[in-house]
């Protein structure tokens, strides 16, 4: 049972727009900023959204990310087949003193 | 270019020990936490622990705790993560990820992992 929930599946098809939810409590997302990582098959995390909704270098302009009280979303707008793969957001939890991860969604480009 | 290269994949038998390891490069390695994540086959993300290879200060994930050891030799730009008797389900893929340098998060790079399979 992770700290953060996410729904376990998402999917659609080329060109739409999908969300993903991720929801905490005060002692996390509450009191932090949130992060997104993408993990494409086979592969390490790499960080797609920082501090909520900024985008590290070298990331789409099509990934977008928000956050309001204890709750956070990623938007992919313009899907496309290579953004297959699962999304977990994460943030700092006061309670633990560390970081924690949502559950991961796995998104299908139908 | 700021790397993390992790060593390479195990075999080992319950009850046998372990230690993976974590080399930093393209930046000031003693600087920045480096953290420690497990995920299970078919599973998420879960953080074990991280330390700071500057003075060695090293925090662990309650679910971890004396259940594994993580050290850094600041020396050779390398961090380590340790079983001293390995269980069937210590079966999963480690990461370790860079934090940040006064605080231990975000984790913006991260190493390509270490598949440790244990198995009798």
């Known amino acids: 049972q992770s700290v953060l929930t996410q729904p376990p599946s998402a999917s659609g098809t080329p060109g739409q727009r999908v969300t993903i939810s991720c929801s905490g409590s005060?002692?996390?997302?509450?009191?932090?900023?949130v992060y997104w990582y993408q993990q494409l098959p086979g592969t390490a995390p790499k960080l797609l959204i920082y501090r909520n909704n900024q985008r590290p270098s070298g990331v789409a302009d099509r990934f977008s990310g928000s956050k309001s009280g204890t709750s956070a979303s990623l938007a992919i707008s313009g899907l496309r087949s290579e953004d297959e793969a699962d999304y977990y957001c994460?943030?700092?939890?006061?309670?633990?003193?560390?970081?924690?991860f949502g559950g991961g969604t796995k998104l299908t480009v139908l | 270019e700021v790397q993390l290269v992790q060593s390479g994949a195990e075999v080992k038998k319950p009850g046998e020990s372990l230690k993976i390891s974590c080399k930093g490069s393209g930046y000031s390695f003693t600087s920045y936490w480096i953290g420690w994540v497990r995920q299970m086959p078919g599973k998420g993300l879960e953080w074990m622990g991280i330390?700071?290879?500057?003075?060695?200060?090293?925090r662990y994930s309650p679910s971890f705790q004396g259940q594994v050891t993580i050290s850094a030799d600041k020396s050779i730009s390398t961090a380590y993560l340790q079983w001293s008797s390995l269980k069937a389900s210590d079966t999963a893929m480690y990461y370790c990820a860079r934090g940040g340098i006064t605080l231990k998060w975000p984790f913006d790079i991260w190493g390509q992992g270490t598949m440790v399979t244990v198995s009798s």
């Open positions: 994460a943030t700092w939890d006061d309670s633990l003193s560390g970081p924690v």
């Open positions: 330390i700071y290879p500057g003075d060695s200060d090293t």
């Open positions: 005060s002692s996390n997302i509450g009191s932090s900023y």
